[in-house]
Every structure is written in structure tokens, then in C-alpha cells.
């Protein structure tokens, strides 16, 4: 048995296209959208509604981590739109009907925190599998599935906003992560809390991880732990006990799928 695994796709449709061929099913770990392009600044959905110029702004001050500053300036951006959420939204579908059109079936996806997973069911065709908090069988093995990232201690998600992304309270994600039968493969965009396995090399900064998944993966050992999340992991792989944990790379810049085979 031959899967193909990919995370964080941030629009690359064309190698979607090819991410299954020669694999008996696709695994999907999330971040099919391309909100924001650090790369190409006319890219992706605020590219397209707001033009390179005021992205490569967006771009320099989020960097800069210059909180107060980023933050006036995000608010200014949409209030230059009449309904910001109503051209979030359009734009998000556009590109979910390529991406979900470019998964070749079967196909099982997870979101991720740059997803919006409301509307997944609307573009789920045949033979492509929206799971989060469940598990599956394929090819004699079970996967379990959690997706999303964690909501930050104290923050609150502004449901009204033009662009909500799928954080999670720590609470809630652990419940999903706890509720899973146990499982040969375990597959989250959210990285076990490992410190290398969370800290990104070229942001210079620790990402969000889950103790829970650690703590799931040392009591059960399943065969593999896949995720994504973090683009340049310090570590791609480690192992816990038995347990071979893998970041299967940023797909948006490798166009290649992380395979596993029993």
C-alpha cells in the first residue's frame, strides 16, 4: 500500500494535480489556501483584493512583529472594503473549487488554521474524505485525523471578521485529540510539542505545537505521526518510542508528497 501525504498547499493547484499520482490514496493535512503570498506579494487572496504594494507592507510589519502598528494597518485594509468578509469568502471558494477539484481520489482531508472548514463539505465530491476528529481505515491501517491549530492562552477569535482562521481552544483540541480510537497512523496539521519539530529556522521562532498529541503518541505508538504547520522545521522527523513523527513539508514550495508504504 502506497499514500501520498501533503501539507500545507497554500494554492499550488498544478502540483495538487500530480500529488497522487502512483499512490493507492492522498492524504491532505491542511492550509489549501493561499491567504497571504510572503513569496509573490500579488499572490494569494490579499494580493488579488489589495495589490502588492500594501501586501509587501502587510509582509514587512508582520516580520517586524511590530504588534500595535500591524494591527492599525490590518484594520485599515478592510475598512476599505464594503463587506471584506463577503470578498474573503468569494475569493476562498474560487480557490476551493480548484484545490478540491485537484485532488485525486480517494483523497482524506484535515483543515488546517488558513482553511475555512464550514465550507468544505460544499466541494467534497466523491471519493474525497473531509474527517476531523475521526478516523478511517485504509489499506488494513487506521488513520485518525484532528485538525486546525490552537487558539493562543487568552486570545479570543473575532467571529465577525473578514477572515477567521480555524485556531482552536486548547481544551476543545485536546478533546478531539483524546477522542480517537486508537490509531496506526496519526495524522494533524498541528505538530507534536517537540522543540524541534516546532521551531521554524527561517522565522527564527518557535510555532504553536500540541502536549497532547506528545502525549498521545507516547502512550499508543502508532506507526507514524504526520502533521505540517511549520514550513522550515528545525528537525523534519524524530521519533518517539516507536513512533516515527514527520513534518511532510511545505507542499506550496516543494510540490512533493511525503510517501509511506506497508
Known amino acids: 500500500m502506497r ?5 500545507d498547499v497554500h494554492g499550488n493547484v498544478e502540483a495538487l494535480k500530480r500529488a497522487g499520482d502512483g499512490a493507492d490514496a492522498l492524504v491532505v493535512l491542511g492550509d489549501l489556501i493561499d491567504f497571504v503570498d510572503y513569496h509573490d506579494h500579488g499572490k494569494g487572496i490579499l494580493g488579488r483584493v489589495f495589490g502588492p504594494e500594501k501586501v509587501a507592507r502587510f509582509a514587512e510589519l508582520r516580520r517586524s512583529r511590530r504588534g500595535p502598528e500591524f494591527g492599525a494597518y490590518v484594520r485599515s485594509l478592510w475598512a476599505g472594503l464594503t463587506d471584506p468578509a463577503a470578498v474573503v469568502e468569494e475569493a476562498v471558494r474560487e480557490q476551493y473549487d480548484e484545490l478540491f477539484g485537484a485532488m485525486n481520489a480517494p483523497a482524506y482531508a484535515t483543515p488546517g488554521n488558513v482553511d475555512a472548514p464550514r465550507l468544505w463539505p460544499e466541494f ?18 487506521t488513520f ?7 487558539l493562543p492562552t487568552g486570545a479570543t477569535l473575532r467571529r465577525h471578521a473578514a477572515w477567521v482562521p480555524y485556531l482552536r481552544p486548547e481544551d476543545e483540541y485536546n478533546a478531539a485529540v483524546a477522542a480517537l480510537p486508537e490509531v496506526d497512523v496519526l495524522c494533524t496539521h498541528l505538530p507534536p510539542a517537540l522543540p524541534e519539530l516546532v521551531y521554524d529556522v527561517v522565522a527564527r521562532r518557535p ?22 504547520h511549520v514550513h522550515q522545521p528545525l528537525a523534519q522527523r524524530m521519533r518517539i518510542g516507536r513512533t516515527e513523527c514527520v513534518n511532510v513539508g511545505h507542499f506550496k514550495r516543494t510540490g512533493r508528497p511525503y510517501v509511506i508504504q506497508w
Do not use: N
Open 3 to 7: 499514500v501520498h501525504v501533503v501539507s
Open 124 to 141: 467534497a465530491r466523491d471519493g474525497i474524505h473531509v474527517l476531523d476528529g475521526e478516523s478511517v481505515e485504509i489499506g488494513g491501517l
Open 144 to 150: 485518525g485525523f484532528v485538525g486546525g491549530t490552537l
Open 207 to 228: 510555532e504553536d505545537g500540541s502536549t497532547a498529541l506528545v502525549e498521545r503518541i507516547a502512550a499508543d505508538q502508532p506507526r507514524w505521526s504526520l502533521f505540517g
